[in-house]
């Protein structure tokens, strides 16, 4: 008889799983409960909570000329670490080992920020260097934590994993080269009976230059890891019982959703819900790799599983989800109605302050577009505006072009809205009863969600008035 394929499972622990001396405990449980069931095993982890803010900010403040900036940063990332190597590896000369490699990592952070404020910069490059440290070090104590409790590991730096392209600070990677190297490094380890610990957020170019995924790369590395080996599943574990119908905060009765399909997770995760980082969902759906989320402090909960499209078609409306900060800026004028490569132009000027646009509509007069951008970048959108269509607001062939106060992206999300006819109706009838005004309106040809842009100061009502939907 064959034997049967050995089980492989990717975990992630985010900041506040591995943030304290409790909670990297409770990992280390998570991960001798879990090794019973899944012979290979990686767990993917963040840098402690606040540490690569600290990083960053710090960094920032070395550009700016600060040259005394790190000393206080350099001793808190010291006595951090340290104090988790004291209450967590008991044999002396290994808790010695991983203290010496954390003064060497925080060693380094001191001189790039000498550095940076010598040459008064932070170039992107440099910035990755930096912000990538807080992986490594936490990767490091982890390991040798599980090494104490008897769980053979390894650390293993993503730099030698996730091979990317040189777009430091949301660097891109080439999932062939990473397939290659991650296999090639993570197999022998798993053939020795070894649990992987690798950083989470980082990988390197070609030449081995460190880069970082984005802020909350660490989902996106597990996925990545999950694809390339392949694994199983990938469970991405958080502070919460999986995703949630709204956010608790706004909505007192929000429940964790049992399922949901990878494209109602997709929607969430790009309008607004913090479970997932948005470039999660691909590669796990490509490979066909399983993804849970759930509680890092309540592991007996199922949290949420993703589902296939196909398998998931329970529930009308699952979810109401709000990106606040953002600002509508409107072009509109009646000398646009038929003209060529208006939004063309629109958007080529939006991309060259290098602002992301979350939402976008146009009347079908086509005497206006509208589109929300950061309300950071608003004042830098508009100047490029201006400047391209200055000829046309001159002419008056454009009438102005205009920016609102604060507004918010609510999105009510759900694949049984596709079929259901008299969904939007029910949401404008519920948002009118409680005197919430629309301000503009965005659907995908999918269904699976509908975008509103409501006025900040009625976020609350919005989405508590949204989120009874859910349950009628």
């Known amino acids: 008889m064959a034997e049967s394929t050995p089980k492989t499972l990717v975990m992630k622990f985010g900041g506040t799983s591995v943030g304290s001396i409790e909670a990297m405990n409770q990992v280390t449980r998570i991960v ?71 003064s060497e990592w925080v060693s380094e952070f001191s001189a790039r920020c000498q550095a940076m404020a010598v040459l008064a910069e932070a170039t992107p490059r440099a910035m990755d260097a930096i912000a990538s440290l807080g992986e490594r070090l936490c990767v490091r104590v982890l390991a040798e934590v599980l090494n104490s409790a008897g769980i053979p590991a390894s650390p293993v730096d ?18 062939a080269a ?8 993570i197999l022998p380890l798993f053939a020795r009976g070894e649990v992987v610990v690798a950083t989470g ?41 999986g995703v949630m119908s709204a956010d608790p905060r706004l909505v007192a009765d929000a429940q964790t959703i049992p399922q949901l399909s990878y494209r109602e997770v997709s929607e969430l995760a790009y309008y607004g819900a913090k479970v997932l980082h948005p470039k999660t969902i691909r590669p796990v759906i490509e490979a066909g790799v399983g993804l849970r989320v759930c509680n890092t402090f309540n592991p007996t909960h199922p949290g949420t599983r993703l589902v296939s499209d196909s398998n998931s078609t329970d529930g009308i409306v699952k979810a109401v989800t709000a990106i606040r900060g953002l600002q ?47 309300v950071e970048s608003a004042r830098s959108v508009l100047a490029a505006l201006q400047n391209t269509f200055a000829y046309e607001l001159a002419s008056r062939d454009m009438d102005r ?10 999105t009510v999300v759900g694949a049984g809205m596709r079929n259901t006819p008299g969904i939007a109706g029910r949401i404008f009838s519920a948002l009118g009863e409680h005197k919430v005004n629309v301000i503009a309106i965005a659907q995908g040809s999918s269904e699976v969600s509908i975008s509103l842009i409501v006025d900040a100061a009625d976020t609350r009502s919005a989405v508590q008035t949204l989120h009874e939907l859910i349950v009628r």
């Open 158 to 175: 993503a730099t030698e994993l996730i091979i990317t392209d040189d777009n430091f600070q949301s660097a891109h990677p080439d999932l």
């Open 178 to 185: 990473t397939e290659r190297a991650t296999r090639q490094r």
């Open 401 to 410: 072009i205009w920016a609102t106060s604060e507004v918010v992206i609510v």
């Open 328 to 374: 509508l800026i409107t072009i509109e004028g009646r000398g646009m109605l038929g003209v060529p490569g208006v939004a063309a132009r629109t958007f080529g000027a939006v991309a060259a302050t290098g602002t992301s646009v979350p939402l976008i509509t146009q009347a079908s007069s086509e005497q206006s577009i509208c589109f929300a951008v950061p």
């Open 32 to 102: 001798q409960s879990t090794r019973q069931e899944w012979q290979n095993l990686v767990v993917v982890a963040s840098a402690l909570n606040g540490v690569t803010n600290l990083l960053l900010e710090t960094a920032t403040r070395s550009a700016q000329g600060d040259r005394s900036a790190y000393l206080g940063a350099a001793q808190q990332l010291q006595t951090r670490h340290e104090e988790m190597i004291d209450a967590l590896i008991p044999d002396p000369a290994r808790a010695a080992l991983v203290k010496s490699q954390v």
């Open 201 to 241: 957020f980082l990988g390197a170019t070609p030449e081995g230059i460190p880069t970082t995924l984005g802020r909350g790369g660490s989902d996106y590395s597990a996925a990545l890891l999950g694809a390339a080996l392949p694994a199983n599943d990938v469970w991405i574990w958080t502070d919460v019982d």
